[in-house]
């Protein structure tokens, strides 16, 4: 069974830029997870899809969005970036809504110049 | 909200035990437990639902204090490979965001 995917694993963008980041689930999960992990503050949560729709969010502003596709496959978008969205970006992929055993793809490692 | 852990960091020699804790301000429903190498994802490790359910999971075992919101990971005779960093994650009884702690580095060394 393929485990979870991210694409890119790596990327460079300038402040102000906007980018888009894929997460593709391991198959027959329908939850998606996204985390920042940076070293500064640790792993935080962002938002998590289930079934096309964002059961929850964490306390991040606007700046940071996200969907899901009817393939459980899930992109988030930032907008605007600024020095500090440099993190590495974690997806999740779990069976169900609640959170289980969650899977975690490499991460795209986001550097903001 | 985010779970606090002690220590933050701890050295161990092969075979010896260590406890790490894991300690919420929220009413939890459950907790979780993961760990990440350097350069890696996290892996899970295991699930403990609210009801003081001990868990175990080759020599590492967890308890889960739901009255004090705290959980606690027991590693026994450590291997080389119980190196990496250890985060609790809890989802509070109330809403349903997840919430990863602030981690703990444990060093295995021969």
């Known amino acids: 069974k393929a485990g979870v995917t991210q694409t890119p694993r790596y990327l460079i963008k300038t402040r102000g830029q906007q980018v888009t980041l894929s997460c593709s689930p391991i198959?027959?999960?329908?939850?998606v997870s996204w985390y920042q992990q940076t070293p500064g503050q640790g792993l935080q949560f962002l938002f998590e899809?289930?079934?096309?729709?964002?059961?929850n969010k964490g306390n991040f502003p606007g700046r940071f969005s996200g969907r899901q596709f009817s393939n459980s496959r899930s992109e988030m978008n930032v907008s605007t970036l600024e020095l500090g969205d440099s993190a590495l970006y974690l997806c999740?992929?779990?069976?169900?809504?609640?959170?289980?055993?969650?899977?975690f793809g490499p991460g795209t490692r986001l550097t903001v110049l | 909200q985010q779970p606090v852990q002690s220590p933050q960091a701890v050295i161990l020699r092969e075979g010896e035990d260590a406890v790490i804790n894991c300690s919420s301000s929220?009413?939890?429903?459950?907790v979780h437990w993961y760990r990440q190498k350097h350069g890696e994802a996290p892996v899970f490790l295991m699930i403990?639902?609210?009801?003081?359910e001990q868990k175990g999971h080759e020599k590492i075992s967890a308890s889960f204090n739901e009255k004090k919101q705290q959980s606690s990971l027991y590693l026994t005779a450590s291997q080389l490979s119980y190196s990496g960093t250890y985060f609790c994650?809890?989802?509070?009884?109330?809403?349903?965001?997840?919430?990863f702690g602030t981690g703990t580095s444990l060093t295995v060394i021969p």
């Open positions: 999740a992929s779990s069976l169900e809504v609640s959170y289980n055993e969650q899977f």
């Open positions: 899809y289930f079934s096309e729709t964002q059961r």
């Open positions: 403990l639902l609210k009801g003081g």
């Open positions: 994650g809890t989802e509070a009884n109330t809403g349903n965001q997840f919430y």
């Open positions: 929220k009413a939890l429903y459950s």
């Open positions: 198959s027959g999960h329908r939850s």
